[in-house]
T-cell receptor, first 119, second 113 residues
Framework: DTGVSQDPRHKITKRGQNVTFRCDPISEHNRLYWYRQTLGQGPEFLTYFQNEAQLEKSRLLSDRFSAERPKGSFSTLEIQRTEQGDSAMYLC?????????????????FGEGSRLTVL | AQSVTQPDIHITVSEGASLELRCNYSYGATPYLFWYVQSPGQGLQLLLKYFSGDTLVQGIKGFEAEFKRSQSSFNLRKPSVHWSDAAEYFCAVGAYSNYQLIWGAGTKLIIKP
């Protein structure tokens, strides 16, 4: 079990550029979440995958954000035309949950995050 | 609106002293409650969780939390803190029918030697 890994750990980009983050969850985990965290705040939910299906997306997420989990394994989060307000830590978490209930009753395993700075 | 409030942005305690971190929630459904810890340079780690049953739950690293429905609170406690407990602590709440968790803003714990 190598844990949840995220890449890159840090990304500095200019406003208007596109960025992509990758998350490799724990291999047997069927659930994957993306969160965003800014300084002094708790994580803010962005989107959720069960296997390869994106089942929930935050209403706060603009159409510049897109996420995929093509084979139910790794996931990517792309931000197009970045803005300074996108500067944050992007967190990925995974878990294994049996059945169809929505709440995750077990532990979410978080990666160390990808820090984005938009100049 | 659903929300989680951690009233203390930061708390300083002496090593060996007891600790209580406060968490209040506002949630229409039956809540599922969690405490996570975030150490510098590390990912968030689950300390403990409450779904039902005994309102006093035990977690890892000697932490415990008590659910008080009448006060909408889920405070985290530890009888004697260690320097390694210095970190940021987050309370989160979910419901049976939700995928996402609602998180508090966190409390940063500082340990005085």
């Amino acid at each position: 079990d190598t844990g949840v890994s995220q890449d890159p750990r840090h990304k500095i980009t200019k406003r208007g550029q596109n960025v992509t983050f990758r998350c490799d969850p724990i291999s047997e985990h069927n659930r994957l979440y993306w969160y965003r965290q800014t300084l002094g705040q708790g994580p803010e939910f962005l989107t959720y995958f069960q296997n390869e299906a994106q089942l929930e997306k935050s209403r706060l997420l603009s159409d510049r954000f897109s996420a995929e989990r093509p084979k139910g394994s790794f996931s990517t989060l792309e931000i197009q035309r970045t803005e300074q307000g996108d500067s944050a830590m992007y967190l990925c978490a995974s878990s294994f949950q049996r059945g169809a209930i929505k709440i995750n009753t077990g532990e979410l395993f978080f990666g160390e995050g990808s820090r984005l700075t938009v100049l | 609106a659903q929300s989680v409030t951690q009233p203390d942005i930061h708390i300083t305690v002496s090593e060996g002293a007891s600790l209580e971190l406060r968490c209040n929630y506002s949630y229409g459904a039956t809540p599922y409650l969690f405490w996570y810890v975030q150490s510098p340079g590390q990912g968030l780690q689950l300390l403990l969780k409450y779904f039902s049953g005994d309102t006093l739950v035990q977690g890892i690293k000697g932490f415990e939390a008590e659910f008080k429905r009448s006060q909408s609170s889920f405070n985290l406690r530890k009888p004697s803190v260690h320097w390694s407990d210095a970190a940021e602590y987050f309370c989160a709440v979910g419901a049976y029918s939700n995928y996402q968790l609602i998180w508090g803003a966190g409390t940063k714990l500082i340990i005085k030697p």
